[in-house]
């Protein structure tokens, strides 16, 4: 059975960083895009960034670009999003998602799998 488990949210204040983690069980997800996702209440999931299974090409949702940081370590099946400059907009509950698709798609619809969710909330 594939399970995705997320890791490392929290409170951080305006300006600050975090680092999440997702490790994935079940099946190998090395030959496959990982991606994150995120939903703010009363708001639809959207896209925050994808990384294509050998770590080389990773895309990034224009408002987290430069600020945010996707990778991933093949032989832990896991994905990470290194986030820093945080704002409070940037406050929501943060999905891993990957898929068995050779496509780096930035729509939810594009993945199978999904994790439980880590909250983020950014505050003073």
């Known amino acids: 059975q594939v399970q995705l488990v997320e890791s490392g949210g929290g409170l951080v204040q305006p300006g600050g960083s975090l680092a999440l983690s997702c490790a994935a069980s079940?099946?190998?997800?090395?030959?496959?895009?990982m991606a994150w996702f995120r939903q703010a209440p009363g708001n639809e999931r959207e896209f925050v960034a994808v990384?294509?299974?050998?770590?080389?090409?990773?895309n990034y949702a224009g408002s987290v670009k430069d600020r945010f940081t996707i990778s991933r370590d093949n032989a832990k099946n896991a994905v990470y999003l290194q986030m820093k400059s945080l704002k409070p907009e940037d406050t929501a509950v943060y999905y891993c998602?990957?898929?068995?698709?050779?496509?780096?798609?930035?729509?939810?619809?594009?993945?199978?799998?999904w994790g439980q969710g880590t909250q983020v909330t950014v505050s003073s």
């Open positions: 990384i294509g299974g050998s770590g080389r090409v990773a």
């Open positions: 998602a990957t898929t068995t698709q050779m496509v780096l798609g930035i729509s939810s619809s594009a993945y199978e799998y």
């Open positions: 079940g099946r190998s997800f090395s030959d496959y895009p």
